[in-house]
């Protein structure tokens, strides 16, 4: 479909809102209902076909590591008690995609963590997907969508999400031409604008496509607040040589990383399960009916 097989997903972060959950664990495998939000950030890359998949990570992130691997003792107890479903299940996770892994020694933001993919990519256009959120839509793989988008236009592209404007100062955000249905030409991105500054209310929505020319940005990028380097601003800076390009996706996104969203998150995926989903929402509207 694409002749892009690589993906970048950062999962390095403290998770400092989730504390203390994640004093010892990574945020990235706290459940949506019983799969760590990681695994479905791993599902769409796959379902994108994406092949290659580098994992950017810190100190107290080895769970992710191990969840991608195999357990041979817990297969074999799997197996001698004929849970042959089960066992299934968890071997094809190993066999989700080439996984690999590189720690980021320091914690200096999203823009220095895709820096350390820069031999893995080897020059070769790529997909990034933040690994604490998750993006569902009626079209399937959102990166799928991207990497769509870039085939046509041969230009790096982001995922595009409408916020109200009075949450635009909470995001990164685009200014631009709108070219086709949910498509738009880049003219501008800004890193949390005032309501008065932003030039619009699309957001840039935790998924990308780039060709390899966004790592000699990322050189050139001066650290900012916290000392972090800030992937927007290699964005901004890319944008003057080489065309960009968004993409207004029809679904909806669940940061992870933000404590009501995980629950609604869970609510929503939960209502979904055919094995649990019925009970779920009956028990649920009693709840709500006795509060």
């Given at each position: 479909m694409s002749g892009i097989n690589k993906a970048v997903i950062p999962a390095a972060g403290f998770g400092t809102r989730f504390l203390p959950a994640t004093k010892s664990q990574p945020k990235e495998m706290l459940p949506i209902v019983d799969k760590p939000t990681i695994q479905y950030?791993?599902?769409?890359?796959?379902?994108?076909?994406?092949?290659?998949?580098?994992?950017?990570?810190?100190?107290?992130?080895?769970?992710?590591?191990?969840?991608?691997?195999?357990?041979?003792?817990?297969?074999?107890?799997?197996?001698?008690?004929?849970?042959?479903?089960?066992l299934e299940e968890i071997r094809s996770i190993t066999n989700?995609?080439?996984?690999?892994?590189?720690?980021?020694?320091?914690?200096?933001?999203?823009?220095?963590?895709?820096?350390?993919?820069?031999?893995?990519?080897?020059?070769?256009?790529?997909?990034?997907?933040?690994?604490?959120?998750?993006?569902?839509?009626?079209?399937g793989s959102v990166t799928r969508q991207l990497i769509e988008v870039f085939n046509k236009y041969k230009g790096s592209v982001v995922a595009l999400e409408e916020v109200e404007m009075e949450v635009v100062s909470r995001y990164g955000i685009i200014g631009g031409l709108k070219l086709a249905d949910n498509v738009f030409k880049v003219s501008d991105f800004i890193e949390k604008p005032s309501i008065e500054e932003s030039p619009s209310n699309l957001a840039i929505a935790s998924r990308y496509v780039f060709t390899p020319?966004?790592?000699?940005?990322?050189?050139?990028?001066?650290p900012g607040k916290n000392n972090e380097i800030q992937l927007t601003d290699a964005?901004?800076?890319?944008?003057?040589?080489?065309?960009?390009?968004?993409?207004?996706?029809?679904?909806?996104?669940?940061?992870?990383?933000?404590?009501?969203?995980?629950?609604?998150?869970?609510?929503?995926?939960?209502?979904?399960?055919?094995?649990?989903?019925?009970?779920?929402?009956?028990?649920?509207?009693?709840?709500?009916?006795?509060?």
């Open positions: 950030v791993v599902e769409e890359a796959v379902e994108a076909g994406i092949t290659d998949i580098l994992m950017i990570i810190g100190k107290g992130k080895r769970a992710i590591e191990e969840h991608f691997d195999r357990n041979m003792e817990l297969e074999y107890q799997l197996e001698e008690n004929n849970q042959f479903e089960v989700l995609a080439d996984i690999h892994f590189i720690w980021q020694r320091e914690l200096h933001g999203l823009g220095d963590a895709i820096r350390y993919a820069y031999h893995h990519v080897n020059n070769e256009p790529f997909a990034i997907l933040l690994g604490d959120t998750l993006i569902e839509s009626k079209y020319e966004i790592f000699d940005y990322l050189k050139r990028v001066r964005m901004h800076l890319m944008l003057k040589d080489h065309d960009m390009y968004g993409l207004r996706f029809d679904g909806m996104r669940y940061d992870i990383g933000n404590k009501l969203d995980f629950l609604k998150t869970n609510v929503i995926y939960g209502s979904k399960r055919e094995d649990l989903g019925a009970d779920f929402m009956a028990w649920l509207k009693r709840f709500v009916d006795n509060h």
